[in-house]
């Protein structure tokens, strides 16, 4: 809001910058910056404090509270883009683009305030991805109990080949325990954080189920075909793709 408000005053800032220096633009005179300049000071400014707010949720004895980090980053460089980054799908009139946009016919001058300048995506979006990135890994490691086991491994107790032998039944039962073990701590502790922008829930949303779905439904589509339980196989395998998917729906939804 703040940026919004002094983005019109591009004239009177001008004035000031000609006489004194300041601290973002030490330069005086012809010499002195534009605008432009103030208007990345206070959003590098906002940028660093995001951070170091970030690194208090860090912290947090909770034992989500580094995921918390990440999705704050997540959620205000998110917001950020969306209000003040500027979409290249955007229709403006001929003519050279400023590096700072705004429509004039808005009730509140600076109300559409948008910066091109490459500096801003640049770290903005930096900021975004390396936090999502981030994120992404508690899901991540679920792959770890989703490798392919070697055909020779799997051998039957006799020549029907309905049950698996014991140690090729071991194999596939701790892939799956371990899988489900992981996912039901990963999923309990995550699904009550928050993202409140439906857009930005469902892009995460995407790249959450991105991170480990597709190879767990592979997996499961192959390895539950076997039989290596004689009385346990429906909880070995409680977790069908779909239902999984469905569970991740209600994901970041608890506000």
């Given at each position: 809001?703040a ?7 591009v ?23 534009e ?6 000071y ?12 970030a ?22 460089t ?9 979409n ?20 509140i ?13 640049s770290q ?23 490798t392919?086991?070697?055909q ?7 020549a ?24 039901e701590?990963t999923?309990?502790?995550?699904k ?24 767990y ?5 192959v390895y ?12 070995y395998l ?6 999984i ?5 209600d ?5």
């Open positions: 809001r940026i919004r408000l002094v983005s019109p005053f004239s009177a800032y001008k004035s000031v910058t000609k006489r004194r220096p300041l601290p973002w633009d030490p330069k005086i005179g012809e010499a002195a910056g605008m432009e300049f103030f208007i990345r206070i959003v590098m400014t906002l940028l660093s404090n995001l951070q170091a707010k690194l208090k949720y860090a912290k947090d004895p909770d034992p989500v509270g580094q995921a918390k980090s990440y999705l704050f980053l997540i959620n205000n998110f917001y950020l883009s969306e209000q003040l980054g500027y290249t799908s955007m229709e403006f009139q001929s003519g050279d683009v400023p590096h700072i946009l705004r429509n004039k016919e808005d009730d001058e600076g109300a559409d305030y948008k910066i091109k300048s490459e500096w801003f995506s903005v979006n930096k900021l975004y991805e390396s936090s999502t990135k981030k994120y992404l890994k508690y899901w991540e490691v679920l792959n770890k109990h989703l392919t086991v070697d020779s491994d799997l051998t039957y107790t006799n029907d080949q309905k049950l698996l032998a014991l140690e090729s039944g071991r194999i596939l039962k701790a892939r799956f325990s371990g899988f489900n073990e992981d996912f701590k999923y309990s502790l995550q009550e954080l928050t993202i409140m922008d439906p857009s930005l829930r469902a892009r995460l949303l995407e790249d959450v189920k991105g991170a480990f779905l597709p190879k439904t592979e997996f499961y589509n539950s075909k076997y039989q290596f339980s004689k009385k346990k196989m429906e909880d409680k977790y069908p793709p779909k239902k998917e469905k569970m991740m729906a994901m970041f939804s608890s506000y």
